[in-house]
């Protein structure tokens, strides 16, 4: 560790606003480097592993300090030029400073190191699939509002509107459709929902896409009408060839809830239609869909393979969705029941088995925990159980419910490496290991990471 001669010695009483010159040692779950300032670790954003930086500490707290990296001393060779004009002010990327192999390496030791430190498993992560798509791969955006108007996406920890014309992980489709949006809000004098006067009309604009080029556009709003909707539908329609259907959301909560309430289509279908694995999917506005198609393949396809299935076994698909894992394993199972508390999501999947001729698969509209208790109350065991739950992982007693349920094994699809080691633990506690564990990289020049892990019953 080296002080930076322009910086003040370095005693015990660190301050905000101090530089010091760090050597980075690795990475924090967010994509900060991650340096050893005085015993203490510090966090510094924008800083590459390898590097030597003199710091600007922003924070400092009582067992750990945070920064950012004011001038980079000894350059990685994996620093790469961001490329996007909003980059540091934008909170949606956090890694599009390094290359792509050194962020796929970042990821692969973080999944790791949670499995190992919070999970206590010894296990090897097997590999991590890159993706070919880095940018433009996103088909769903939630731009946030804010009067102005602005529309954009939050600031790094804030909800602070940054207004982008244009996202690099983005369709062009979803600029084009965010422009006409603004471009009738400044023309109609359309007030944007302002978060702490509690007081405007629109929250959210919401856009998702299919490989086909088609675009879903929806205006989630503080009330039940726009002013002049004929006219806004037009704007979009002109703004872009492929719109398959407007809708507008109802969202009068005093709350950070971005969905609506309720829906209402203005023109057109109030879903798309995309393929995936082979497959046929409806996708409505409220539905969960992976954001980037060609990865969410190969997710799926690793889990189905991890699920060992033979075509007998009976399997119960938790946080299903629209049905995308229950009906892809469903082609090699006996049966599959897939649980989901979203009704739209689950009327999606049951279309889509309809749709796509499986028989098989029934999906029930229940919680995790009730769809699990529902099939023990049956009588039902089945041999292989699938979850994949939101950032917030599993209730414990979702896993008590499932362990009840004495599946031969779990296979646990995780969008959040952190719940994913304390879930592993819990399971061990239960009897059941973690046998295998890869992952796949379905959010490239972020910090996000998917994962799929193996647990068998002992």
């Not at 500490?57 to 996007?84: I, N, Y």
């Given at each position: 560790m080296t002080r930076c001669p322009m910086c003040a010695p370095m005693d015990k009483r660190l301050v905000a606003g101090g530089v010091y010159r760090l050597r980075i040692e690795g990475y924090a779950s967010g994509g900060e480097g991650v340096a050893r300032l005085e015993g203490m670790v510090v966090f510094v954003r924008g800083a590459l592993r390898g590097e030597v930086?003199?710091?600007?500490?922003?924070?400092?707290?009582?067992?750990?300090?945070?920064?950012?990296?004011?001038?980079?001393?000894?350059?990685?060779?994996?620093?790469?030029?961001?490329?996007?004009?909003y980059y540091g002010q934008c909170g949606g990327c956090q890694m599009r400073h390094m290359d792509y192999a050194e962020e796929l390496r970042a990821k692969h030791l973080r999944v790791e190191e949670a499995l190992r430190r919070i999970g206590g498993a010894d296990i090897r992560v097997e590999e991590i699939l890159g993706a070919v798509r880095q940018e433009r791969y996103r088909n769903k955006v939630q731009f946030p509002t804010a009067p102005g108007?602005?529309?954009?996406?939050?600031?790094?920890?804030?909800?602070?509107?940054?207004?982008?014309?244009?996202c690099l992980l983005q369709p062009e489709s979803a600029a084009r459709l965010r422009g006409a949006v603004k471009a009738w809000m400044t023309r109609r004098e359309v007030p944007a929902y302002d978060e702490k006067r509690r007081a405007?009309?629109?929250?959210?604009?919401?856009?998702?896409?299919?490989?086909?080029?088609?675009?879903?556009?929806?205006?989630?709003?503080?009330g039940s009408r726009l002013p002049e909707e004929a006219g806004l539908v037009e704007a979009l329609r002109r703004a872009e060839p492929g719109l398959a259907g407007v809708v507008l959301g109802v969202n009068e909560s005093h709350s950070n809830v971005i969905l609506g309430e309720r829906y209402r289509t203005l023109w057109g279908e109030p879903f798309l239609e995309d393929t995936l694995c082979g497959l046929r999917f409806r996708l409505s506005v409220p539905s969960f869909y992976q954001v980037h198609p060609e990865q969410?393949?190969?997710?799926?396809?690793?889990?189905v393979e991890l699920a060992g299935l033979t075509g007998r076994e009976d399997v119960l698909d938790l946080y299903?969705?629209?049905?995308?894992?229950?009906?892809?394993?469903?082609?090699?199972?006996?049966?599959v029941w897939g649980a989901e508390?979203?009704?739209?999501?689950?009327?999606?999947?049951?279309?889509?088995?309809?749709?796509?001729?499986?028989?098989?698969?029934?999906?029930?509209?229940?919680?995790?925990?009730?769809?699990?208790?529902?099939?023990?109350?049956?009588?039902?065991?089945?041999?292989?159980?699938?979850?994949?739950?939101?950032?917030?992982?599993?209730?414990?007693?979702?896993?008590?419910?499932?362990v009840r349920l004495s599946p031969e094994r779990v296979v646990y699809v995780s969008c959040d490496p952190g719940t994913l080691g304390r879930d592993t633990a819990r399971f061990e506690a239960r009897g059941y290991r973690a046998r295998r564990a890869l992952a796949v990289d379905l959010f490239p020049r972020t910090q996000h990471v998917e994962s799929v892990v193996l647990l068998e019953r002992r």
């Open positions: 930086c003199d710091v600007r500490l922003t924070k400092v707290g009582r067992s750990a300090l945070w920064g950012e990296a004011e001038a980079v001393v000894e350059a990685s060779p994996s620093r790469t030029d961001p490329r996007c004009p108007p602005r529309i954009g996406f939050y600031r790094m920890r804030s909800h602070q509107v940054v207004d982008v014309a244009d405007g009309l629109i929250r959210h604009v919401y856009v998702r896409t299919n490989r086909q080029g088609e675009s879903l556009c929806c205006l989630l709003v503080n969410a393949q190969a997710l799926y396809g690793r889990a299903c969705g629209i049905g995308s894992i229950s009906l892809i394993m469903a082609r090699r199972a006996g049966r508390v979203v009704p739209q999501a689950v009327e999606d999947a049951r279309e889509n088995a309809r749709r796509n001729g499986v028989d098989n698969a029934h999906f029930l509209c229940a919680d995790a925990g009730e769809a699990a208790r529902l099939l023990e109350r049956q009588g039902a065991r089945p041999q292989v159980v699938c979850v994949d739950p939101p950032r917030k992982g599993l209730a414990e007693d979702v896993v008590d419910t499932i």
